[in-house]
């Protein structure tokens, strides 16, 4: 069936053509704010007219959020088809596939999905390693090389010196710990599908067959293996049904080189499939023409992969500013001024319509500072949450086992977390019975045919902590109300001497008293809502409920969800730049813009062209984050350490051209223009 989707008089001609074209591969350069995820949409629909079925539908991106917003713009547009596209994430796509064909490569269905404390802690175990920093440099070499797609074999033939090593004999130990474990990391969730697709002849033919069409949003911050995944995917034997995909994304925005996404990608692309359509979005939604003018004349300095210029017809707007202060002090003095300012101006303003921007997590302490004391409402976006914090991830996991045995990863934290004297050999042997006889990790420690496997010692370790978690899983179940609840939690933390626990794997003691009372904190949380409470109501008291410490332990991901969740807070927001990619607000301050901050510098590091024109593209994407009003404030006097030195205003500033008179251009003519070049395009179609 060949129709064209019935669409709103508001989608322009450029996102016309990027849904209606559906005879090949297409790339689609979406500017920032020119409407990328309402094209993905509507191409979704355009897809479902052909009589495309929805599950062979997959929309990619990157983040759960986007993900879920996604699928709720395609159901506004679709109804009920959406619930059976296939909207998700990379990574939560490789879980699926790994679900369902894993046991390919040697992996049962329950395989374990280790999060990043997880993986710290198997690193120090695999390299005999008890300094956190050097763990840590580790996992973030390990999880780059993963993402590069190279394996330990590789690494080590790779390695530039002896750090990178002594890192990739590391990595070779850890993959061994992986597999006897019958667990995987983050960054595998991508490898081992693609090593499924290249290895196995069935599994592609069919995951090739289970897609007819894919979507790949922020195309831009695919890293190498995601591209290799992405087109073992549409590298369908059938030339007519070969690469069958829609690549939506932004070279202007890519700025997460640093975590293994490649602009390389973006080039890649139409010298492995030249007969690649390339749209650009160049209409932007978002912002007036003097902040727009600032964002191209910026990045107009970096190389272009594809040429493409962003235009409004919101009009001209207030022109950007540069607002030169002292120092750090006085720059977040005068950008709570300019917040009270306008909101003096306006009353309609609210808190939620300012962000400050920054490049490093550093610059938020002083600007916190001051608007907490002129009493301004804030959020700090992309902080640690208190439930991410590993000693909180530590005590999750053990309640996550008491209230489901078969959580193969809560098993493997908390029978590591403290240790006691069960290691990497053990747990790897009784993954591999696990996984022969399809059990849980725990119900396998259990199993008579055990001692086959394992030692007198060994065996007896695991079995005195099964008998703990039992007994703990018994109590747990019989114990109510806050104040026993307390008591229970308090013991339990005792018996596994976690305090000593954080003091020994800590090189600050002040860190580590730091940490346990956090846990304090959440025994307390924990503990109240066992209820048993005396609590006033309208001059009433009353006992409110009593549950059991299993019954809490059950509600915690639930409690979690929804406290993540939230209502949108009336706030001001303060955020790293690279945090604030895919936002906006109508009115922004870009804080400390500053040579050595953005572009950033650390000590001794060289500004290599390509670091310089990833700085610039951040800088691009804070400017583009701004509706109404933009300030760019710079430093006269900045710390550096413990010393203050001369600020040099950033060269960025210079780049922006703000003293340039603009040339004022008709926003009707332009898109009269652009009416007509597409007209003749079309023209020149071959019937």
Request: proline share 3%.
């Amino acid at each position: 069936m060949s129709q064209t989707v019935s669409v709103p008089a508001t989608l322009n001609p450029a996102q016309m053509e990027a849904v209606n074209y559906l005879s090949g591969p297409s790339l689609v350069l979406a500017g920032a704010g020119s409407g990328k995820t309402r094209v993905i949409t509507y191409k979704i629909a355009r897809l479902l007219l052909t009589g495309m079925l929805p599950r062979r539908i997959a929309a990619i991106t990157f983040t759960n959020k986007a993900a879920l917003e996604m699928r709720e713009r395609a159901r506004d547009l679709v109804g009920k088809m959406a619930k059976d596209l296939a909207i998700s994430t990379f990574h939560s796509l490789g879980v699926r596939m790994l679900r369902e064909d894993g046991e390919r490569l040697g992996l049962k269905p329950q395989f374990s999905i280790l999060d990043a404390d997880d993986v710290l802690g198997v690193l120090r175990d695999a390299g005999s390693c008890t300094d956190n920093k050097l763990a840590r440099q580790w996992q973030w070499t390990i999880s780059l090389w993963k993402n590069q797609g190279l394996n330990s074999d590789q690494a080590l033939a790779a390695a530039a010196n002896d750090e990178e090593q002594v890192a990739a004999k590391v990595m070779k130990l850890y993959e061994e710990r992986l597999t006897a474990y019958q667990a995987v990391d983050f960054d595998d969730l991508i490898s081992l599908p693609l090593k499924l697709l290249r290895t196995d002849e069935e599994a592609r033919a069919k995951w090739q067959r289970q897609f007819g069409h894919i979507l790949v949003d922020e195309y831009q911050d695919t890293n190498a293996v995601q591209y290799e995944l992405l087109k073992c995917l549409v590298d369908h034997p059938d030339a007519q049904r070969r690469g069958m995909f829609t690549a939506v994304g932004d070279d202007d925005q890519s700025i997460y080189g640093w975590r293994g996404a490649t602009i390389e990608n973006l080039r890649r692309l139409p010298e492995d499939f030249p007969q690649l359509k390339v749209i650009p979005l160049e209409q932007n939604y978002r912002s007036t023409c003097a902040i727009l003018r600032a964002a191209n004349e910026v990045i107009a300095a970096n190389p272009k992969l594809f040429p493409k210029k962003l235009w409004s017809d919101k009009g001209e707007g207030e022109p950007v500013r540069v607002m030169a202060c002292d120092s750090e002090e006085h720059e977040a003095e005068r950008a709570v001024a300019r917040i009270q300012a306008l909101r003096a101006q306006d009353p309609k303003l609210a808190f939620s319509d300012f962000a400050v921007l920054y490049r490093t997590n550093f610059q938020s302490r002083i600007l916190e500072q001051k608007l907490r004391a002129a009493q301004v409402p804030y959020k700090v976006s992309g902080g640690q949450s208190f439930f991410d914090r590993a000693e909180i991830k530590d005590l999750c996991a053990w309640l996550r086992l008491l209230v489901n045995q078969d959580d193969d990863p809560a098993f493997l934290r908390a029978v590591t977390t403290p240790k006691r004297g069960i290691g990497h050999t053990t747990l790897g042997k009784l993954g591999e019975f696990s996984a022969r006889w399809k059990v849980s990790l725990f119900e396998a420690l259990f199993s008579e045919s055990l001692t086959a496997s394992l030692g007198a010692k060994a065996l007896g370790g695991l079995h005195e902590f099964g008998r703990y978690v039992n007994e703990l899983e018994y109590k747990a179940r019989h114990t109510q109300g806050s104040e026993a609840a307390r008591a229970l939690l308090l013991a339990w933390l005792q018996d596994i001497g976690y305090e000593q626990h954080l003091y020994d794997s800590e090189d600050s003691s002040k860190l580590a008293a730091a940490r346990w009372t956090n846990v304090l904190d959440f025994v307390e949380w924990v503990a109240k809502r066992c209820g048993g409470d005396i609590e006033a109501d309208g001059g009433a008291t009353f006992e409110s409920e009593q549950k059991t410490v299993l019954d809490v332990a059950q509600t915690i991901s639930v409690i979690l969800s929804l406290a993540e969740r939230g209502e949108e807070q009336d706030v001001v927001t303060l955020t790293t730049l690279h945090a604030s990619k895919g936002l906006e607000w109508p009115h922004v301050v870009l804080a400390g813009v500053n040579e050595g901050i953005l572009p950033f510098k650390s000590e001794g590091e060289d500004m290599t062209p390509q670091r310089l024109e990833e700085e610039r593209r951040l800088m691009y994407v804070g400017i583009t984050r701004a509706q109404k009003s933009l300030v760019v404030s710079t430093l006269r006097r900045r710390k550096k350490g413990r010393e203050i030195v001369a600020g040099v205003p950033s060269r960025f500033i210079a780049e922006m051209k703000l003293d340039q008179v603009p040339q004022a251009e008709d926003p009707k003519e332009r898109l009269k223009r652009l009416r007509a070049d597409l007209a003749a395009r079309v023209a020149q179609k071959p019937v």
